[in-house]
Structure formats: C-alpha cells, structure tokens
C-alpha cells in the first residue's frame, strides 16, 4: 500500500475506525501513518442517521398535511406569508401568489390580522400552541366560523393551522338545543340505555323522569329499567317489550309502574332504537307518559259506552244517531223496527238514507229544515216535533221526534246529533178518530133541541151545552164549569136510576134575566161509572116538551145513534173524554133508554 504520495486509506480494525498512509521515500524506506477515527465516524455515522430520520420525518409531515383538510400557513414573527399548505386551497381567501410574502392583513380585515399578530407574539414568548376562535365571510359569500391554532417554531417563525367549525359549531347548538329542550320542565320523561353493555343499564335519564319515577339521576343511572316494575311482574306488555328489544326494534306499551314512594301508575312506554354510521345498534331512547288518569277515563268510557249499549237496546223509543252531514252512525233495535231497517243497512253509509223523513203535510222537507240539520245550525235541541215517515216497504208512519246536539264542552260545535222518536202511527189515528166524533157529537147537539150537562166527579167539573144555557136564561159566557153551577133541582135531586125519565119545571134565572121558551122540560140522565157501585161522571138532557121539537129531535136522535154506534166501535178504550159522547163511547153506556120519547 506504500506510495511516493502516501494516500490515506480509511481502514476498519475489529470495532475501530483507522487511517493509515504509508509513504515510500527515495532511499526504499517507508513512513507509516495510522490515526484512530473511530470517534469521528461514529459521529458521522448517527449524523447520518439522523439525517435520513429527519428526511423520512419530513416526508411523513408533508404527507400528513397534505392529507389534513385544514388550511396551514408558515407565518414570521411580523405574521408574513411564508409558505402555505396548497395553493389551491378552498378555504383561502385570496390567490396564494397575491399574498405571499405579505402581512396577514393582506389576507383577511385588518382586526382580525392584528389579533393574530399579537396571538404570534404570545406562542414565540410562551413557546406554547395557542388558539383563537373567529368567523370570516369567504369566497362563496357564506359567513364561517374557524378555529386557528398557532404553533412556535425555530427562526421565530410559527405553524398556523385554521379549520372551519361552522358544522360542528351548528350541532354543538343543536346538541345543546336538544339537552336544554330535554330537560326543561315541559319536557316528556327520557332515559337513555347503552344497548352494547350487558344488561343494557341507564346512561342518562332528565328531570322529568326523575319527577315521574322519584328517583334521582344517580339512583337510576347503571341500572336496568325493570327496577320500575317492581313487585308488578305478571305482565303481559312486557314480553311485547321484550321481543321489540331483543330484535332491535321500535315499540310501544303501557306498562303499570312502581315510584320510589310505592304508588303504582300507569306509564304509556315508547322505545326506539339508536344506530351508528355502520347501522349498528348503539343505544336505545325511551319516552315515558304518565297515563293513569287516562287509563281511569277510559275505562268509565268504556263502562259508559255498555251502559249507552245497554239502555239502547232496552228503550222502546228509537234512537239514532247522525252526523252533521247526516251519516248514521248508531241505530238501535227498536229504531230498526220503527224505520223498518237493519243496522247494515244505514250504519256507515254516507248516501241517502233508504226512509225518508217527511212533514208533518206529508211532503218531502227542505233539507235545512231537516231536524238534525236544525240542531246542527243553531247547537238548540228540538222537542216533540211531529214528522211523517215513508219505510223502505211503502208504509207510512207517524213519529214524535226530538233532536238533541252532542257537544264535547257547552261552547263547542255539535258533532253529532241524537234523534229519539216514537210511532204514534195509532195515537194519531185514535186522535183523529175522536176528533171526528166530537165534531159529530157537537153538530148533533147542536142541531137537536136538547140542552146537555155533564159533570165529571173526578175533576168536579161540569160541562153545559149552548141549547142548555139558553133553555136555563144563561148567555153562553155566563156560566161556567165551577161547581157552583149545578143544573138545578132536577141535577141535585135524589140519585135515579140511569135512564130515568123525570118531567120537572125546572127553575129559571131572577127577574130580569132572559126566560127560556115557555113549555115544560124532561130531564134524562144516566150514570157512567167503570164499577156500578162508583159512578164517575153523570150526564142528563133537558129536552124541551114541545111536539114540533119532539119530531125535530126524533130525528136528529136517529142520527146521533149511528154516530154514536160508529164511535163506540172505533174509539172504545181511547183515553179521552172531553165530552159526553166522548165519555158514553169509552165506557160503552147504551143511551138509547134515555133519549127514547
């Protein structure tokens, strides 16, 4: 290895380094050189090392902020420009090549830049991050909220990294919305189970549940909500509850509940299941409802509407219900009989009813003066209106109605109205027919020569006829039905057999009242009595003694018998008796022996 110019040679000897020159002089000798190194390379070798560390570490911070969506500048003490994370950037304000090398105003206002100088100041003097929070309008015009952080450097130059918050400052406020939303006073009971821990325990719970249940946040929290059921185990919602849990479901059920005090309430449940961003089950929410007076209402409902079922179906009177736009909704049996319908028929259908409602002329009612229509108009109920019915079979039918509003308070709207009818079909007729009879009664009375009385015991009211107050000397508004105004002697005499034939003067009014016509009068009277032992009500004639009225009167009574005939066949058993042939119809008195000559 030996030389004329003695070259240095680097040469490795076990663990040492070495250099070594061996230089050959003229006269053949050699001058060996040889230093250790060892030191020295070793030195050099970590520096290497370091610099391939430090290459390797910057190519790793290069590539994490170019990953990074924050924007990052490299600031001076002054706030200069001096590098940027992208030059294309969409969170810069400015062009990069605008504002490079530039204050920091030249790329944001100026009270914002000035803030961010004196931020510089205080991470170089502290060399600790610092943050500052501020909102700035960018390019797109939209108003943004960013968080800058500034870091120190070496050469007095600072890191700063800016992110925008505006989406997470957005539900930050509405996280805060929804906790101040669930726990202020008005708020529904809310607990919160972690469904991937064993037993699935609370994690929250608001005041309102506390106030529900009586227990405290921290008396809940860790435990499974089956500690509410207390010794109330035997029920059938929870299965539903629990099959809904186990499948990862949503699910409503009213369980009864214990509170911390021992007071069972009802507690109208609702659960829902919480997912991930993977769709995997992480919690579930549930929303609890006080429901016992609920409850107790609805079952005095319940037993309100069984009892409305029963005394329905038990009435004899029809009843049906109607809405305003005269849908039926119930019906019940003696309404089917009266209308001659089923309940299939009418209940729930919207057209027409298959009767028709008529007037009281028996001709189709306008439609708002349909009673319910009525009712619903002016929220008044409507007693004993008299109403004609056509059935689906043709028949007639005569009904007393009467329509009353249903109204949830007294202020409100009627949303339905009940009619309650009976069929007075028969009654009409009877009236009718007795009204007939009278009007015949009274032109027979009127038209024989007879004066008429009549006295009822049980009301002690009498009854005199027009011919009997002129055959008295009375005008007709001069007496009355008192019983005072007996017919005379001959009416207060001793009681006589029915039919009897009296021939009497009978007294007549002072002097100065008007005289009957001259001629004697024969009383005839008859007892009418439903036992024959207690006479009810007595009637008697005066018929005037003359022979020309006597052949008048003949025939008129030949008349009257077939009247009379005619309303004993029609009217017996009828209830009224306003007259005396009213009154010999409904007990079935043969007069005949008392009108004879």
Not at 440 to 459: I, M, Y
Not at 559 to 574: K, S
């Amino acid at each position: 290895m030996a030389s004329e110019h003695g070259e240095q040679h680097e040469l490795r000897w076990k663990d040492r380094w070495l250099i070594i020159s061996d230089r050959l002089l003229a006269d053949g000798s050699v001058v060996h050189l040889s230093i250790d190194i060892t030191d020295h390379k070793r030195a050099e070798l970590a520096l290497g090392e370091q610099q391939v560390q430090l290459c390797e570490s910057q190519a790793q911070l290069s590539a994490v902020l170019r990953a990074v969506p924050d924007l990052w500048f490299v600031l001076d003490a002054e706030g200069r420009y001096l590098k940027c994370s992208s030059e294309h950037h969409p969170m810069l304000a400015h062009s990069w090549d605008s504002v490079r090398g530039k204050p920091f105003d030249a790329g944001v206002p100026k009270p914002l830049a000035d803030r961010v100088v004196a931020t510089i100041a205080s991470a170089l003097a502290s060399g600790e991050v610092q943050r500052i929070d501020y909102d700035l309008t960018t390019t797109d015009g939209v108003a943004r909220t960013f968080e800058a952080r500034i870091s120190p450097m070496p050469n007095r130059q600072v890191l700063y990294v800016t992110r925008d918050l505006t989406d997470l400052r957005k539900l930050e406020r509405d996280l805060l919305i929804m906790q101040r939303a669930w726990e202020a006073d008005a708020a529904l009971p809310i607990s919160v189970v972690d469904a991937a821990l064993p037993d699935m325990p609370l994690i929250y719970v608001n005041p309102a549940f506390e106030r529900l249940t009586g227990y405290s946040r921290a008396e809940a929290l860790g435990r499974n909500c089956r500690f509410l059921q207390g010794h109330l185990v035997d029920q059938s919602a929870r299965a539903i509850l629990r099959d809904a849990l186990r499948d990862g479901r949503s699910a409503s059920v009213t369980l009864d509940n214990v509170r911390k005090d021992g007071t069972v309430f009802s507690n109208a449940l609702h659960v829902a299941p919480v997912r991930d961003a993977g769709r995997q089950l992480t919690h579930y929410i549930g929303v609890q409802r006080d429901v016992t007076e609920q409850s107790r209402a609805a079952d005095k409902l319940r037993l309100s509407e069984e009892l409305y079922r029963s005394v329905a179906a038990a009435i004899s009177d029809g009843l049906v219900v109607v809405t305003p736009a005269l849908s039926i909704i119930a019906v019940n049996p003696a309404g089917c009989d009266s209308l001659g319908v089923v309940p299939a028929d009418v209940v729930g259908h919207a057209d027409a009813w298959p009767f028709e409602l008529l007037g009281p002329n028996e001709t189709p009612l306008p439609p708002d003066q349909h009673p319910a229509k009525r009712v619903v108009d002016s929220d008044q109920p409507l007693m004993n209106q008299t109403h004609s019915l056509r059935r689906p079979d043709g028949q007639m039918r005569w009904i007393s109605l009467n329509a009353h509003p249903l109204q949830l308070r007294p202020e409100g709207n009627t949303f339905s109205v009940v009619l309650t009818f009976r069929d007075i079909t028969r009654q009409r007729a009877s009236e009718r027919a007795i009204a007939v009879a009278e009007e015949r009664w009274k032109f027979a009375l009127e038209g024989s020569g007879d004066g008429v009385w009549d006295w009822d015991a049980h009301t002690n009211r009498f009854y005199y006829s027009t011919r009997w107050k002129e055959m008295r000397g009375y005008a007709d508004h001069e007496i009355g039905d008192a019983h005072a105004r007996q017919p005379g002697r001959a009416a207060r005499g001793r009681r006589r057999r029915p039919g009897a034939d009296t021939r009497t003067k009978l007294a007549t009014r002072s002097a100065g009242a008007r005289r009957p016509p001259a001629g004697n009068l024969r009383l005839r009277g008859a007892a009418i009595a439903a036992h024959p032992a207690r006479p009810r009500q007595r009637a008697g004639l005066h018929v005037l003694g003359r022979r020309h009225a006597r052949r008048r009167a003949a025939r008129l009574r030949s008349r009257f018998h077939r009247l009379l005939d005619q309303a004993h066949q029609r009217q017996l058993g009828a209830g009224r008796h306003r007259t005396v042939g009213a009154a010999l119809a409904r007990h079935s008195i043969d007069c005949r022996p008392w009108l004879r000559d």
